[in-house]
């Protein structure tokens, strides 16, 4: 067997002005492998990933991180895992002034404190996988997360 594919790029979008509070990434799709290669990153003009969401089904867990620098941060691990092989699912990102929040199937699943900094250099969205996805939205909202 050969080195295994590299995900590809389903759904690429840039953001002028930077992903400010009030933005929101719905990503819905289908979870039909074993394989873990469905990702979102935020990206920063300078090729940062500002953050790096992982569902892994392999371990049940989502994985959150930031690659700076050069390198990737610590990772934060949320045990928290709404999601099923074969089953649609549906994630959220959104962002306020302090942190990313995720959410799977409408749990809370992960907050992820903004290691990248202006918030307006994170200028790119890329959601990476290997399955057809039903819907991705990236949109301004008006949300508070009081």
């Known amino acids: 067997m050969g080195p295994q594919p590299l995900p590809r790029v389903q759904f690429e979008a840039f953001c002028a002005g930077g992903l400010v ?14 394989e ?25 867990t989502i994985v959150g991180n930031a690659f700076q620098g050069g390198r990737w941060g610590q990772e934060e691990v949320s045990s928290i895992f709404p999601l099923a092989l074969g089953e ?18 409408q749990h809370r699943v992960l907050q992820f404190a903004h290691r990248q900094r202006p918030l307006a250099a994170v200028t790119r969205v890329r959601v990476l996988g290997d399955r057809r996805l039903a819907q991705v939205e990236l949109a301004r909202r008006g949300l508070s997360w009081g």
């Open 36 to 60: 873990d290669k469905f990702e979102i990153n935020f990206l920063s003009d300078g090729g940062d990933v500002a953050f790096h969401v992982k569902p892994r089904f392999s371990s049940a």
């Open 21 to 34: 509070p009030g933005w929101s990434l719905l990503v819905q799709g289908c979870s039909d492998s074993e």
């Open 88 to 105: 649609p699912f549906e994630i959220e990102v959104s962002s306020d002034a302090e942190h990313f929040h995720v959410l799977a199937q």
